[in-house]
T-cell receptor, first 109, second 114 residues
Framework: QKEVEQDPGPLSVPEGAIVSLNCTYSNSAFQYFMWYRQYSRKGPELLMYTYSSGNKEDGRFTAQVDKSSKYISLFIRDSQPSDSATYLCATNTGNQFYFGTGTSLTVIP | NAGVTQTPKFRVLKTGQSMTLLCAQDMNHEYMYWYRQDPGMGLRLIHYSVGEGTTAKGEVPDGYNVSRLKKQNFLLGLESAAPSQTSVYFC?????????????FGPGTRLLVL
């Protein structure tokens, strides 16, 4: 079982929609969770990170962790065409980082 | 300030050939990482380094070697390339392993092994 599982999509939404991206993880010891955004033919860039359970908001983006169900989510409000990218969830333990496979998102104008 | 750069951007190899991928960062980061990204597999850590002169194995180290002779450079070597090593390789660097110490990724190297 992979440390982090993610639905690859693809996901296509109209501009202005609320987007929900989700991952599950296997090890209850994981405490830190990250969301990266990767544009086509580019390296990933960190969007947000959260620690343990709860929500964290940054502009139109909200990251949520539910440790009881080992579920992590990223919500994008008022989605824009510039949000079209692949979104990867990740976690780490020590010096090891584990990434999901990524969800491809297209926001249609 | 170039951030993280990778050389080359694209390479085609024949099975059994060798090559070295170069990663350079100008942010004075201690930690450097090499990942491969494959469809359906996501990003997987190959090797990493916590400082000049140190290296350690990640999740998928077999078939690769690394060296960190200078703080700003992290080299990934393939001694005898195999088709299974066809992938996109990303280098990353950070000040440390803590969550708030963001990993900065390079633009990637696309490798095709025939």
């Amino acid at each position: 079982q992979k440390e982090v599982e993610q639905d690859p999509g693809p996901l296509s939404v109209p501009e202005g929609a609320i987007v929900s991206l989700n991952c599950t993880y296997s090890n209850s010891a994981f405490q830190y969770f990250m969301w990266y955004r990767q544009y086509s033919r580019k390296g990933p860039e960190l969007l947000m990170y959260t620690y343990s359970s709860g929500n964290k908001e940054d502009g139109r983006f909200t990251a949520q962790v539910d440790k009881s169900s080992k579920y992590i989510s990223l919500f994008i409000r008022d989605s824009q065409p510039s949000d079209s990218a692949t979104y990867l969830c990740a976690t780490n333990t020590g010096n090891q980082f584990y990434f999901g496979t990524g969800t491809s998102l297209t926001v249609i104008p | 300030n170039a951030g993280v750069t990778q050389t080359p951007k694209f390479r085609v190899l024949k099975t059994g050939q060798s090559m070295t991928l170069l990663c350079a960062q100008d942010m004075n980061h201690e930690y450097m990482y090499w990942y491969r990204q494959d469809p359906g597999m996501g990003l997987r850590l190959i090797h990493y380094s916590v400082g000049e002169g140190t290296t350690a194995k990640g999740e998928v180290p077999d078939g690769y070697n690394v060296s960190r002779l200078k703080k700003q450079n992290f080299l990934l070597g393939l001694e005898s390339a195999a088709p299974s090593q066809t992938s996109v390789y990303f280098c990353a660097s950070s000040f440390g392993p803590r969550l708030e110490e963001t990993q900065y990724f390079g633009p990637g190297t696309r490798l095709l092994v025939l």
